[in-house]
């Protein structure tokens, strides 16, 4: 099972910028799709963006198309989430997540598609 740590949550102005790090050990990275999901106080745990393993195929959610950007570096092991434009409404504890299966396409959207998860790193943005 991989061990999955994420890093650069904090507090920023709406309309800024942040960007996470999902640092991952313990087993393959590079063959498996990777997500970003998130969790506000009272809400469930939604999707943010998935990337391929082989970094080919990406999905957002349409909340967040068009300011964020997923990305990943295998030599790494490491994925990365730029976030650009932030709102109010983005606040929320962001998770990285591997997919159960390798190598499977199309990247899965779905919490329960994930297996291994991190232990989340906060974003608040003031209004």
């Known amino acids: 099972q991989v061990h999955l740590v994420e890093s650069g949550g904090g507090l920023v102005q709406a309309g800024g910028s942040l960007r996470l790090s999902c640092a991952g050990s313990?087993?393959?990275?590079?063959?498996?799709?990777m997500g970003w999901f998130r969790q506000a106080p009272g809400k469930e745990r939604e999707f943010v963006t998935t990337?391929?393993?082989?970094?080919?195929?990406?999905y957002y959610a349409d909340s967040v198309k068009g300011r964020f950007t997923i990305s990943r570096d295998n030599a790494k092991n490491t994925v990365y989430l730029q976030m650009n434009r932030v709102k109010p409404e983005d606040t929320a504890l962001y998770f990285c997540?591997?997919?159960?299966?390798?190598?499977?396409?199309?990247?899965?959207?779905?919490?329960?598609?994930?297996?291994?998860w991190g232990q989340g790193t906060q974003v608040t943005v003031s209004s």
């Open positions: 997540a591997q997919d159960l299966n390798a190598r499977r396409w199309p990247p899965p959207t779905a919490v329960g598609d994930f297996g291994s």
């Open positions: 313990g087993r393959t990275f590079s063959t498996y799709n």
């Open positions: 990337i391929s393993w082989h970094s080919g195929t990406i």
